[in-house]
Structures are given as structure tokens and as C-alpha cells.
């Protein structure tokens, strides 16, 4: 069955920097594309980026562009979410996601915690 | 940027009754929309995919429709089960992909 497992969240403080990882099983990771979504406590669902199942393509929402970069290991089946420069409002339960034909999410990791404070 | 607004935001029902959500567009995105179920403490789950397709292993209760700006989920009866928060989410002409802003279905 298909497992995404996440870590690397933790507590950080405003301007530093975490990398998340995401453990994919159960499925062809080297044709797949990859996701992060991010859901603020209490809030709604945001996509955050994407990257194709080459690497070739990375797309970002806006708010984390310059900031945040999505990578993969394909033999390794794991992508990456390195964060920096964070901010207060990067806090979020962070879901890696596998991509179904090119923008929905059709499975999805438990997630991680990322809390930006002083 | 693609805005969906999702209505109502809350609905209040009882097991067995239909529920009907609500997901509007800002512009036309074709049928390339989804639904997810979210409970608490628990990830999203895709349960609709371009508009009206179940997703693998989501219940026939489930079933939406819809094209270009107005789309519908609707659950035919609802379980126990069902009462969570629902999200509509587009993937038309992205980057972005945006989400609506969820309608929680609450027992009545």
C-alpha cells in the first residue's frame, strides 16, 4: 500500500531554517510527482510546491518562492522541502503528497509540524 | 490566481440526511476539480477527481457534479462517519493550486 512518511519539523525561530523529508513506499516513485501542502493551525489547505517525477520541474506558490526549495532523491524515494528565511506565518503541519494526473493529491503523508517562534 | 468559494461554510445534519456543498470558481476551470474529506487530526483524502470521478475506494454516497465556475459534492446519506470538512481544489492552468476555504459538516 502507498506510505508517505514525513519528517524534520520542529520548533524554529523566525529567519532559520528546517529541511522536511518525505519517505515514499508502495508505489513508483520514479514516475511520480511530488507535492508539499501546508495546513496553518486551525486554517485551510495550501499548496506549497511541486516538483516533477525527473526533477525537471519545480513549480512554488508564491508565498514561499525564493525561500523554499522542493528536490527528490528517486533512488531513494524522498523528497525534500528545504525552508529558509522562515517566518511566523510558515507555521503549518506540512503534507507531502503524491500527485495524480498532473495537480490533484491522491495520497498523503500524516504530516509534520513546523513551528516558526522566539 | 483562481479563487474557489466554498458555501455554506457550516452545515448542520443529521445521519441519513443529504448533504449538498457548494464550490464556485472565479473563473471557468473546466472540470478539473476535486473534493476532499478531511477528519480531525487526519490528513486530507481525495474523494473526488475532474469534477465527478470517484476516487479509488471512495463510497457511491459521494458523488459530484459540476463544470466550469459551479460545482456540487453531495452525499447521499451521511454516516458517522462523514461529518468532517470538506475542501474543493482546481487544476487549471497552474501554478497555483488553490484550495477553497472548506465547509465543516456537523452532526445536527
Known amino acids: 500500500q502507498v506510505q508517505l512518511v514525513e519528517s524534520g519539523g520542529g520548533v524554529v525561530q523566525p529567519g532559520g531554517s528546517l529541511r522536511l523529508s518525505c519517505a515514499a513506499s508502495g508505489f513508483n516513485f520514479i514516475v511520480s510527482g511530488m507535492h508539499w501542502v501546508r495546513q496553518a493551525p486551525g486554517k485551510g489547505l495550501e499548496w506549497v510546491a511541486f516538483?516533477?517525477?525527473?526533477?525537471?520541474?519545480?513549480y512554488y506558490a508564491d508565498s514561499v518562492k525564493g525561500r523554499f526549495t522542493i528536490s527528490r532523491d528517486n533512488p531513494e524515494s524522498t523528497v525534500y522541502l528545504q525552508m529558509n528565511s522562515l517566518r511566523v506565518e510558515d507555521t503549518a503541519v506540512y503534507y507531502c503528497?503524491?500527485?495524480?494526473?498532473?495537480?490533484?493529491?491522491?495520497?498523503w503523508g500524516q504530516g509534520t509540524l513546523v513551528t516558526v517562534s522566539s | 490566481e483562481i479563487v474557489l468559494t466554498q458555501s455554506p461554510a457550516t452545515l448542520s445534519l443529521s445521519p441519513g440526511e443529504r448533504a449538498t456543498l457548494s464550490c464556485r470558481a472565479s473563473?471557468?476551470?473546466?472540470?478539473?476539480l476535486a473534493w476532499y474529506q478531511q477528519r480531525p487530526g487526519q490528513a486530507p483524502r481525495l474523494l473526488i477527481y475532474?469534477?465527478?470521478n470517484r476516487a479509488t475506494g471512495i463510497p457511491a454516497r459521494f458523488s459530484g457534479s459540476g463544470s466550469g465556475t459551479d460545482f456540487t459534492l453531495t452525499i447521499s446519506s451521511l454516516e458517522p462517519e462523514d461529518f468532517a470538512v470538506y475542501y474543493c481544489?482546481?487544476?487549471?492552468?497552474?501554478?497555483?493550486?488553490?484550495f477553497g476555504g472548506g465547509t465543516r459538516v456537523e452532526i445536527k
Open positions: 516538483i516533477k517525477s525527473d526533477g525537471s520541474e519545480k
Open positions: 473563473q471557468s476551470v473546466s472540470s478539473n
Open positions: 503528497a503524491k500527485d495524480k494526473i498532473w495537480g490533484y493529491f491522491d495520497y
Open positions: 481544489q482546481h487544476r487549471s492552468n497552474w501554478p497555483p493550486l488553490t
Open positions: 475532474d469534477a465527478s
